[in-house]
């Protein structure tokens, strides 16, 4: 298992940015696939980004593409959340998860809550219009 805790959270105007970053414990870090999810009020929780083990292999749902890039320092075992441009409707709570096997595949990545057994809290996003 894998311990997440994010931060970076906060209030700002449509338009602005924010980095989340997630700080993970345990040695298996850098063998997990990654990835950023996000629940809006009265939502069900939605896929934000993920990124690959092995490669760097990074995949991002429709509604945060070319606004959103995710990345991760496996020195530091630190996994980011880069948000630029952002829009009201990107308010959400914002999870960062851990794939529940390791990777030893290039560029793989996952896309479903399933497949992610390590959250963290979650930290607030909220943007003002």
């Known amino acids: 298992q894998v311990q997440l805790v994010e931060s970076g959270g906060g209030l700002v105007q449509a338009g602005g940015s924010l980095r989340l970053s997630c700080a993970a414990s345990?040695?298996?870090?850098?063998?997990?696939?990654m990835g950023w999810f996000r629940q809006a009020p009265g939502k069900e929780q939605e896929f934000v980004a993920t990124?690959?083990?092995?490669?760097?292999?990074?995949y991002y749902a429709d509604s945060v593409k070319g606004r959103f890039t995710i990345s991760r320092d496996n020195a530091k075992n630190t996994l980011y959340l880069q948000m630029n441009s952002l829009k009201p409707e990107d308010t959400a709570v914002y999870y960062c998860?851990?794939?529940?096997?390791?990777?030893?595949?290039?560029?793989?990545?996952?896309?479903?809550?399933?497949?992610?057994?390590?959250w963290g809290q979650g930290t607030q996003v909220t943007i003002s219009s």
């Open positions: 998860a851990a794939s529940a096997r390791p990777s030893y595949i290039m560029g793989e990545v996952l896309t479903a809550r399933a497949d992610f057994s390590s």
């Open positions: 345990g040695r298996t870090f850098s063998s997990r696939i």
């Open positions: 990124i690959s083990a092995i490669g760097g292999r990074t």
